[in-house]
């Protein structure tokens, strides 16, 4: 007499299931990996073309006009790099500007008091302690 093995009800749907979903993840990986090399690929081609207008540049073949419409020309594609100019900019901007400055300056104060350098006639702790007399000082 053989026994069969039975699954519960649901398993082998739940199998398949799974089974396909892996299939499909497989598969979308795939894509993303070829997406990925072509882009790696176009990305040298850029780095490799904007290095020949420099060396031609450095070799006096090549003007500075030349090596900028060339940079321009290989990099106003690419949405990240633009999106961290606008970044970096705006960073820029905000560190640099006095009224910022100030508000970040109140922010870190209330939060960390004891950070906040002294200013010019503030009494410190080590202030408010008297200084040690010198050898010469004690004998006059």
Do not use: C, Y
Not at 52 to 59: K, L, S
Not at 71 to 86: Q, R, T
Request: aromatic share 2%; no cysteine.
């Amino acid at each position: 007499m053989t026994e069969q093995k039975t699954q519960p009800e649901g398993v082998s749907e739940l199998t398949e299931q799974l089974a396909a979903e892996l299939i499909a993840t497989r598969q979308q990986l795939a894509a993303v990996q070829q997406q990925l090399a072509m882009e790696q690929a176009a990305a040298q081609q850029r780095q490799g073309h904007i290095s020949q207008t420099v060396e031609q540049f450095i070799e006096g073949k090549a003007t500075v006009g030349d090596v900028v419409k060339n940079i321009s020309a290989s990099v106003a594609g690419d949405e990240n790099l633009w999106k961290g100019a606008v970044v970096g900019a705006a960073a820029a901007v905000l560190l640099t500007s006095g009224p910022f400055r100030a508000a970040m300056g109140k922010t870190v104060d209330g939060l960390f008091p004891g950070l906040r350098p002294q200013k010019a006639g503030e009494n410190t702790a080590s202030d408010e302690v008297e200084p040690k007399k010198t050898d010469v000082e004690q004998s006059q």
